[in-house]
């Protein structure tokens, strides 16, 4: 009886050893915690680099010889020798009395330099000479083509009030012609050109004037002269009729 007492308690033992032992081998699982992805850091775009266009190729001159640099320095101070005659001749220089003072230092300058200088220099010089004396000169034609042009203006509107354009159309588009061909001359700042074009408009319309001023006399002469006639027959006929009236039938064949 005892010995079965033994049996069952260890027996109960083993049981509950077993259950104790299969707890602890299973135990329960916690719950899964979903990871929060990390969103990584975001880099700034970098701007872009600017694009280094390569600079243009600057031509190279073909270099020039002595012989070439004194043939064109001398060509230029003959040029400018030229000018400062024109000038002088025609008393320009006090339209621009710097510029011509700087022409002739410079243009003395050249000629110091023909027996001995680099040739550069010469040209230089011979340049800038060219450069003062055509200053002056232009400012001189502008003035006078400015001063010509108003004349042209003002014996065109002269042709134009006893109908020029009409009683002599081919003199006056031809004089018209001059004077348009004056005022591009000036647009492109050919002073000289425009200043000797303003003067051949203004002796053409000034022709075309005269003409027409001399048909319209010699016409208004003649209508003159008829009504002088026409008075004088009237005045011949009534001294007629005083001295030996005309009888009806006479007077009507005479009106007839």
């Known amino acids: 009886m005892l010995k079965n007492k033994i049996l069952l308690i260890f ?11 299969g707890c602890k081998s299973d135990p329960e699982t916690p719950p899964t915690e979903t990871p929060v992805e990390e969103v990584p850091p975001v880099e700034p775009t970098p701007e872009p680099e600017p694009v280094v266009e390569p600079e243009p190729e600057i ?3 073909p270099s020039v010889s002595e012989e070439e640099l004194l043939a064109n320095a001398k060509k230029a101070a003959e040029n400018a020798t030229s000018m400062k005659d024109k000038i002088e001749e025609l008393s320009f220089a006090s339209y621009d009395e710097s510029s011509y003072n700087e022409g002739l230092l410079a243009l003395e300058k ?16 011979a340049i ?15 003035k006078l083509a400015s001063e010509k042009k108003s004349e ?18 081919v003199g006056y588009d031809a004089a018209q012609l001059l004077f348009t061909t004056a005022e591009a001359s000036t647009a492109t700042k050919e002073y000289e050109m425009a200043y000797n074009y303003y003067v051949k408009a203004k002796d053409a319309f000034n022709d075309v004037y005269n003409n027409v001023s001399a048909k319209r006399a010699a016409a208004l002469e003649a209508i003159e002269r008829a009504k002088n006639k026409a008075a004088d027959v009237d005045t011949f006929a009534a001294e007629a009729d005083k001295i030996a009236p005309l009888s009806q039938e006479e007077a009507n064949q005479e009106a007839e």
Do not use: C, H, W
């Not at 027996?11 to 032992?21: I, W």
């Open 110 to 125: 050249y000629n110091s330099l023909i027996e001995e200088g680099k040739a550069q220099e010469k040209l230089d010089n």
């Open 11 to 21: 027996g109960l033992f083993l049981m509950f050893t077993f259950l104790v032992v």
């Open 59 to 61: 031509p190279q001159e």
């Open 152 to 169: 042209v203006i003002q014996i065109r509107e002269k042709a134009l009030e006893i109908k020029s354009q009409k009683a002599d159309k």
């Open 128 to 142: 800038l000479a060219e450069k003062e004396f055509k200053e002056v000169l232009d400012k001189a034609y502008s």
